[in-house]
């Protein structure tokens, strides 16, 4: 672990973590939004990723949806990487208090972190739009559960809609108030992988009132002069404990 990092972390009780795309990468995830998935989406779909990721689109075009979400948002094979695991031994400790994450691969809590507000939802969650019941993942990439490619529910039959904020759709209010209100509590808060210009995620920076702002990302953010700390490099790399 960086060393200027290691010392505000052993000085810090109460300590939160805001990521972002940039930590899944570290897992072989892509992020959509970068040149490469943009370029791909237009080519293939002749549309933007965030055109076929919003709610107007997938009630539209259901079957071009799951055609693009289930070959490009689905990643079964990944694994926590560096900072997953880092982020779990630190819960572990009782240092960090939770995780804040716009990512929506499950992959902090396959590492073992526990208290998890994923503000974007979940891959691993998939409900019924008519009856609510829940299907995991493995449900809705089995074609036989579908019809043209769309899931369809095993009680009722009406569509599964994965359990993930799409565009055009309001964050989860429960969700909000959690992550705001583990921020507000927070000594330390460490954001990593995000260029937090992604709104209204990247407006929770302004509800921490503790002592340090770590920011880590490869790229600089518009709100490094507000931080205490500042590294550009991956974060799997600042993050690694080694015991």
């Given at each position: 672990m960086d060393e200027r990092l290691k010392k505000i972390i052993d000085n810090s009780s109460s300590i939160v973590f805001f990521g972002g795309a940039?930590?899944?990468?570290?897992s072989n995830i892509p992020d959509f939004r970068s040149e490469k998935g943009l370029y791909n989406a237009q080519k293939q779909y002749g549309r933007s990723p965030e055109e076929m990721l919003s709610h107007s689109f997938f009630m539209r075009h259901m079957e071009t949806f799951y055609d693009y979400y289930k070959n490009n948002l689905?990643?079964?094979?990944?694994?926590?990487?560096?900072?997953?695991?880092?982020?779990?031994?630190?819960?572990k400790q009782g240092k960090l208090k939770a995780v804040v994450t716009q990512n929506i691969d499950g992959l902090h809590q396959k590492a073992g972190s526990r208290n998890?507000?994923?503000?974007?939802?979940?891959?691993?969650?998939?409900?019924?739009?008519?009856?609510?019941?829940?299907?995991?993942?493995?449900?809705?990439?089995?074609?036989?559960?579908?019809?043209?490619?769309?899931?369809?529910?095993?009680?009722?039959?009406?569509v599964v809609k994965p359990d993930v904020v799409l565009y055009e759709e309001a964050l989860d209010d429960a969700c909000m108030m959690?992550?705001?209100?583990?921020?507000?509590?927070?000594d330390t808060l460490i954001i990593g992988g995000t260029s937090l210009v992604v709104y209204p995620?990247?407006?929770l920076i302004r509800y921490f009132r503790g002592n340090n702002?770590?920011?880590?990302n490869k790229q600089a953010t518009p709100y490094d002069d507000r931080a205490d700390l500042v590294i550009n490099d991956s974060i799997g790399k600042?993050?690694?404990?080694?015991e």
């Open positions: 940039g930590v899944s990468t570290e689905i990643y079964t094979e990944a694994e926590p990487n560096k900072a997953h695991k880092a982020l779990a031994y630190l819960e998890v507000f994923e503000l974007h939802g979940s891959v691993l969650r998939n409900y019924c739009m008519s009856c609510g019941k829940f299907h995991d993942l493995d449900y809705i990439m089995d074609d036989k559960n579908c019809q043209n490619g769309i899931p369809r529910c095993s009680e009722c039959g009406g959690g992550a705001i209100e583990a921020i507000q509590k927070a995620a990247a407006g702002l770590v920011l880590i600042v993050m690694e404990i080694t």
